[in-house]
């Protein structure tokens, strides 16, 4: 079997029946045609359009020439017949130019490129069954086949990542940002799919897929899935600036497991930790080098029954091997101590040094319901604010900022796909916050950190247009936008960011992240208690 590098270690040898360079060139250049086609010409609308690539596919991957290969697309285009052709004026800088570099593969010959190229530039309006859009503008794929439980079937599976390429070349609105070219990801790929004979390897040839796109928000979500049959190591561990750290550790009833907490991660299973980290951004889809150096937990799943590691400790290195175990034991040694008290959505608190009086919170457990008169009337009486956004918030933004914020002021713009012609997209409304009132004129600390992601960016971005914000931490996850989610054969459904993110001067948050007026990240001495992002907050608070 094939290694699963790190996350999922597999053994598997790939089959010597796959395509060779001119057979994969072939299918490659065909799904493109057929997902042109698909999007662009009213006709793919009214037939089951995954048919015709179906009974396609041993064809194409026959195919022993060029000539052959073009009788097959001529076929392909055939289908569609005429249709009414309506002139295009979308200005060349709202096209994403890179979708179509494909029609210059010289495999296509110049009658069917002409047919190709009329198609690109004079694309009927229609209401194409298979893509819309949702309100905020963010594509919704439709009326795509399930195909049902998986049964190894190679054109099927090459409908999947043809499909998915499609998808994206079309309608992912980062699309521009995808640092390797998209066609070389689908030759790259093709054969992991096709060959991929067991769930498992489909499954991961779908996760290797989708990391291709470099969005935090490029998970998979399927029933079926293989991981949770995977063991775990009996420890936790975290990343900070200094290395990699054990954070926490699950012994077992007889006290055997030598692991300390702050022991230093040197190796796992002989190869650096940073080496398997690497490896598991081929299967986990992350916007940017820092989130997946935070990624920590798969540094631990393995199918394996013992891992073994190399930690450092007092300047010596000690390596040992520990049994894994499944999820369900690894939950009975998990054992939360009961004494330690629930922590509050919000605190006013009072500087040890300084004797400033600021006010602590934390957005993961903030809720919309806190936000009355009584937090108001306190929070105005302070002149300091801290909020910690390493985490997800509770959709409060809009109420809260109605306290922060004297409005309205604008703190985001989008980028939405245009279902309509393909490829390109269209600046939406900018976002606006705040309230008619008079807002806080205190001070606002905002801590970020490498899981603030998501909504908790764009509740970042918004907090950005108080007058006083200053925002302190590492680099963010750099996935923001509505997700769209992408049906796959047997029961996948592979999620990207629907909307491109922008601030308001059209400074790009995806892969980036938001912007930080302090760069400030954890050492180890996060793992006694000092937290350094926090500490950069209080430190600003004592020289105001």
């Not at 029954?305 to 007092?314: A, G, L, V, Y």
């Not at 008290?341 to 006010?359: N, Q, R, V």
């Amino acid at each position: 079997m094939k290694i699963l590098l790190i996350l999922f270690i597999t053994c598997i040898s790939l089959t010597s029946f796959g395509q060779n360079d001119s057979q994969k060139n072939y299918l490659v250049c065909y799904g493109q045609v057929w997902g042109f086609l698909k999007y662009f010409h009213s006709a793919p609308s009214n037939q089951d359009w995954d048919s015709l690539l179906l009974s396609d596919y041993n064809e194409i991957n026959n195919c022993d020439s060029d000539l052959e290969f073009n009788r097959v697309i001529s076929k392909l285009v055939n289908q569609c017949d005429e249709f009414k052709p309506v002139k295009r004026n979308t200005p060349d800088s709202l096209i994403f130019q890179e979708s179509f570099d494909w029609l210059d593969n010289k495999l296509i010959d110049s009658k069917n490129k002409s047919v190709l190229e009329n198609l690109l530039l004079n694309k009927p309006s229609f209401k194409n069954k298979y893509i819309t859009s949702l309100g905020a503008g963010h594509p919704k794929i439709t009326n795509e086949i399930d195909y049902g439980s998986y049964q190894y079937n190679p054109s099927v599976q090459y409908l999947s990542i043809t499909r998915y390429w499609n998808i994206i070349n079309y309608f992912c609105p980062n699309r521009n940002i995808i640092p390797k070219n998209w066609t070389q990801v689908y030759h790259d790929n093709i054969l992991d799919f096709t060959t991929a004979n067991t769930y498992e390897n489909y499954y991961f040839a779908v996760r290797k897929l989708t990391t291709e796109i470099r969005d935090g928000h490029g998970f998979i979500r399927a029933e079926n899935n293989p991981i949770n049959n995977y063991k775990y190591a009996p420890f936790y561990c975290i990343s900070v600036s200094d290395g990699y750290f054990i954070n926490a550790v699950f012994q077992d009833s007889l006290k055997s497991i030598d692991l300390k907490r702050m022991d230093k991660i040197i190796s796992i299973n002989g190869e650096p930790v940073e080496e398997k980290i690497r490896q598991i951004g081929t299967y986990l889809s992350t916007s940017n080098d820092y989130y997946l150096s935070n990624a920590t937990h798969y540094l631990r799943i393995t199918n394996q029954d013992s891992m073994t590691i190399t930690i450092e400790r007092d300047g010596e290195l000690v390596t040992r091997t520990y049994s894994t175990i499944d999820r369900e034991a690894l939950k009975l040694r998990f054992k939360p101590s009961k004494s330690i008290p629930a922590k509050k959505p919000y605190s006013f608190l009072k500087d040890s040094i300084s004797g400033k009086e600021y006010c602590y919170v934390d957005m993961g457990r903030l809720k919309r319901s806190d936000i009355g008169g009584k937090f108001k009337r306190k929070l105005l009486s302070t002149d300091h604010l801290i909020l910690d956004v390493r985490n997800y918030p509770n959709w409060t933004l809009i109420k809260l900022s109605a306290v922060l914020l004297e409005g309205p002021r604008k703190f985001a713009k989008f980028v939405a796909m245009d279902c309509d012609y393909p490829g390109s997209f269209k600046w939406t409304k900018s976002q606006t916050i705040g309230n008619k009132k008079k807002g806080y004129e205190g001070d606002v600390f905002v801590l970020v950190e490498y899981n603030t992601m998501s909504q908790a960016e764009y509740t970042v971005m918004a907090l950005q247009q108080h007058p006083n914000t200053v925002v302190i931490g590492g680099q963010t996850a750099g996935a923001d936008g509505n997700i769209a989610e992408i049906p796959l054969p047997f029961g996948i459904r592979s999620v990207f960011s629907g909307l491109g993110v922008f601030y308001p001067d059209g400074t790009p948050t995806q892969q980036i992240g938001v912007e930080r007026d302090f760069e400030v990240v954890q050492s180890s001495e996060y793992l006694m208690g000092k937290d350094l992002i926090l500490e950069k907050a209080l430190e600003l608070i004592r020289i105001k």
